[in-house]
């Protein structure tokens, strides 16, 4: 079989000393629709020069939007986002689900009003990751969409009052880390450690 010849050989060394933080960052996450994206980048594939796994992963181009329009940023309640990937599908045929689960608190207008407009809306989001690293859950060719947005006031004082969302794509392939800037709405680019 042809696609496995080019297959990369390499060593995953973990070091146990390493410290390798858990969660999310709750001030840096970013959402656009994927119809103010002019061009995203692509990844790497099997036999192309520089591939390798750590490479197989990584978008370093930036993404680039259409005049006047970038991503816009939310916050989300400490300790309540995660970036989860999962593998679906039968032996030999695997496939990739990314999804953002997190907790928005406060069922303000603005709030109500994301839940409302963008539920199925086509999305890119991108998410910082605790280990500093950036990961991207959609892209023009398979969006990410809410897959749940449940409100809720709660019910006493030890209750949160919010929304609670999982957003998900299906692109067939792990969520790449963003090495990229990122372009806020009416900002110039944000580097990317």
Known sequence: MSEF????????????????????S???????????IETFPERLKIGEAGFALDKAVVLSDDIVFKTDRGFFQMTVQ??????????????GNKKAKN??????????AGNLGFLDIYRNVPMVM?????TGRYRVIGSVKSPAYM?????????GPDDDNG???????????????????????????VATP
């Open 5 to 24: 010849k080019d297959l990369p050989i390499e060593n995953l060394r973990q070091y146990v000393n390493e410290d390798i933080a858990s969660g999310v």
């Open 26 to 36: 709750e001030t840096q996450v970013f959402a656009s629709s994927v119809y103010d």
């Open 78 to 91: 400490t300790e309540t986002g995660e970036v989860k990937n999962g593998l679906g599908g039968n032996k």
């Open 99 to 108: 999804m953002f689960e997190f907790f928005m608190a406060n069922n303000n």
């Open 126 to 130: 991108i998410v910082l990751e605790n």
């Open 147 to 155: 897959e749940t947005g449940d409100a809720t006031s709660g019910k």
């Open 163 to 189: 929304i609670q969302y999982i957003i998900s794509d299906s692109s067939g392939r792990v969520a790449p880390i963003y090495e990229g800037n990122i372009t806020l709405i009416s900002d110039a680019p």
